[in-house]
């Protein structure tokens, strides 16, 4: 398995706060994702990274802000949590092939 | 517009009765065309790659083929435990960000 890690798993948090969803690889790959998925709309991608400090939007990316400070750490931030961001996010890696998925995490903004 | 679409998005079937799902894609200058498994509250499991119409690639029951505007998954006399949901990606040429389809949902009956 390739070896992807995301914290938290799961995390319930009010509307209005901030919350930071951590990915974590130890492939060395230069590409790194966060996806979200929800019931009727498959995954969508919010950002991706093509290297470290180097970001580009997704088509799902208003209220969501990420950082890459590290090749193995790719961070994910929602400035102020809202309802509609609960969803389950998975973070994805890449060679530039195909790519290998992280187990999850799934956020509830209640 | 980049497009991927899965169908059907559910199939039922007995253990032993071969079927196929669909992928049909539009993508400027194909750069690959992936298929995953995702069982529930897990992240998707990369299947298979393929690169060029007329490719295909096999896995135990699975094989996967391609075309210049579609590709399938032929399941040959499944069991129950291939019971997931069938997600198919494609890369078009000049990014590396990957349009997913919404997944066909697939349940095997003993």
């Known amino acids: 398995d390739a070896g992807i890690t995301q914290s938290p798993r799961h995390k319930v948090t009010e509307t209005g706060t901030p919350v930071t969803l951590r990915c974590h690889q130890t492939e060395n790959h230069r590409y790194m994702y966060w996806y979200r998925q929800d019931p009727g709309h498959g995954l969508r991608l919010i950002h991706y990274?093509?290297?470290?400090?180097?970001?580009d939007k997704g088509e799902v990316s208003d209220g969501y802000s990420v950082s890459r400070s590290k090749t193995e750490d790719f961070l994910l931030t929602l400035e102020s949590a809202t309802s509609s961001q609960t969803s389950v996010y998975f973070c994805a890696i890449s060679d530039g092939r195909e790519q290998y998925f992280g187990p999850g995490t799934r956020l509830t903004v209640t | 517009e980049d497009q991927v679409t899965q169908s059907p998005e559910a199939l039922r079937l007995q253990e032993g009765e071969s079927s196929s799902l669909n992928c049909s894609y539009t993508?400027?200058?194909?750069?690959?065309l992936f298929w995953y498994r995702q069982d529930p509250g897990k992240g998707p499991e990369f299947l298979f790659t393929?690169?060029?119409a007329g490719e295909e690639k096999e896995k135990e029951r699975l094989k996967a083929t391609l075309t210049k505007k579609e590709s399938f998954l032929h399941i040959t006399a499944p069991k129950p435990e291939d019971s997931a949901t069938y997600l198919c990606?494609?890369?078009?040429?000049?990014?590396?960000?990957?349009?997913f389809g919404t997944g066909t949902r697939l349940k095997v009956l003993a």
């Open positions: 990606a494609a890369r078009g040429s000049g990014t590396y960000k990957y349009i």
């Open positions: 993508v400027s200058g194909l750069r690959g």
């Open positions: 990274s093509y290297g470290v400090k180097d970001t």
């Open positions: 393929l690169y060029s």
